[in-house]
């Protein structure tokens, strides 16, 4: 599953964590664990939980009797979202391929993924190991971005960074933005058996203290600062002030008010 575009390492994670999370991640996390409803005794799973957002609402809104399973393929990832908790705190944190689980059948009554999918090359081979990791009836509750042009700091970041490349820009933003088709969607998840899923258009604003803040994130909390790096770029803070001039200009500044976009998805087994 590992490729370039996911790969959070170094500051990655904790430039993600400071600048995006609040930005990007909070407000659809507070969705998507609503849409989490289990029994007592029950097991669930976040697949890709990064840097623990979704993670840290599901500890406060899932019952005690509740086991919360945490996994990422990335360990720099995964370490930086155990260390936001405490010591002895109820979830389970495991480096985990979303491929290939390493949970046996039928081990959780729900999956919860927070814009991990796109991430995955193999999408049809996650869906299934998703679906056999279900429990009859467990939900797989996921969220995926909408198309670039509907999530305007990304597609900003995108076109300000490209036009410092004559040649062969970076493309890590036509990534998290490239699995939004809900055709496609539905087709991947009927294959791997799942039935009827319910896909829901969210719009949510994306709030930044600063566009310097905004720009510092969407640089140097993605992989795309790798890609810039291999280029042979240096000029990092460039980059970023140009980004940042072109979100003030448009989203204004202190704080910046943005337009973003995603689809949640609801299906059972």
């Given at each position: 599953?590992s490729?370039q575009?996911s790969?959070?390492?170094?500051?990655?994670?904790?430039?993600?964590?400071?600048?995006?999370?609040p930005?990007?991640?909070?407000?659809?996390?507070?969705d998507?664990?609503?849409?989490?409803?289990?029994?007592?005794?029950s097991?669930?799973l976040?697949?890709?939980c990064?840097?623990?957002?979704?993670?840290?609402h599901?500890?406060?809104?899932?019952?005690k009797?509740?086991?919360?399973?945490?996994?990422?393929?990335?360990?720099?990832?995964l370490?930086?979202?155990?260390?936001k908790?405490?010591?002895?705190?109820?979830?389970?944190?495991?480096?985990?391929?979303?491929?290939?689980?390493?949970?046996?059948?039928?081990?959780?009554?729900?999956?919860?993924?927070?814009?991990?999918?796109?991430?995955?090359?193999?999408?049809?081979?996650?869906i299934?190991?998703?679906?056999?990791?279900?429990?009859?009836?467990?939900v797989?509750?996921?969220?995926?971005?909408?198309?670039?042009?509907?999530?305007?700091?990304?597609?900003?970041?995108?076109e300000?960074?490209?036009?410092?490349?004559?040649?062969?820009?970076?493309v890590?933003?036509?990534?998290?933005?490239g699995f939004?088709?809900?055709?496609?969607i539905?087709?991947?998840?009927?294959?791997?058996g799942?039935?009827?899923?319910?896909?829901?258009?969210?719009?949510?604003?994306?709030?930044?203290?600063s566009?310097?803040?905004a720009?510092?994130g969407l640089?140097?909390?993605?992989?795309?600062?790798?890609?810039?790096?291999?280029?042979?770029?240096?000029?990092?803070?460039?980059?970023?002030s140009?980004?940042?001039?072109?979100?003030?200009?448009r989203?204004?500044?202190?704080?910046?008010?943005?337009?973003?976009?995603?689809?949640?998805?609801?299906t059972?087994?």
């Amino acid at each position: 599953m590992s490729n370039q575009h996911s790969e959070f390492v170094g500051s990655i994670p904790e430039n993600y964590d400071r600048y995006l999370g609040p930005m990007f991640f909070e407000p659809y996390a507070q969705d998507i664990v609503q849409r989490v409803k289990v029994a007592e005794g029950s097991a669930v799973l976040e697949i890709a939980c990064g840097t623990g957002i979704v993670t840290g609402h599901l500890r406060d809104s899932l019952s005690k009797g509740v086991k919360l399973v945490a996994s990422d393929l990335n360990e720099a990832m995964l370490a930086y979202a155990a260390s936001k908790f405490r010591h002895g705190e109820a979830v389970e944190w495991k480096q985990a391929d979303a491929t290939s689980l390493p949970f046996d059948d039928a081990s959780f009554d729900a999956i919860v993924c927070q814009f991990g999918v796109m991430f995955v090359p193999d999408k049809e081979a996650a869906i299934r190991e998703a679906y056999r990791v279900l429990r009859p009836n467990g939900v797989f509750v996921f969220n995926v971005w909408d198309s670039i042009d509907r999530n305007e700091l990304a597609q900003i970041a995108h076109e300000a960074m490209s036009s410092f490349f004559e040649q062969d820009p970076p493309v890590f933003y036509t990534v998290p933005f490239g699995f939004h088709d809900p055709q496609k969607i539905t087709d991947v998840l009927a294959a791997a058996g799942f039935k009827d899923p319910e896909i829901t258009v969210l719009s949510k604003a994306a709030i930044s203290t600063s566009a310097a803040d905004a720009a510092k994130g969407l640089i140097e909390g993605s992989p795309v600062i790798v890609e810039i790096k291999q280029r042979g770029v240096s000029d990092i803070q460039e980059i970023e002030s140009r980004i940042a001039d072109a979100i003030a200009s448009r989203c204004g500044d202190h704080p910046v008010k943005s337009k973003m976009q995603a689809l949640v998805i609801t299906t059972r087994k």
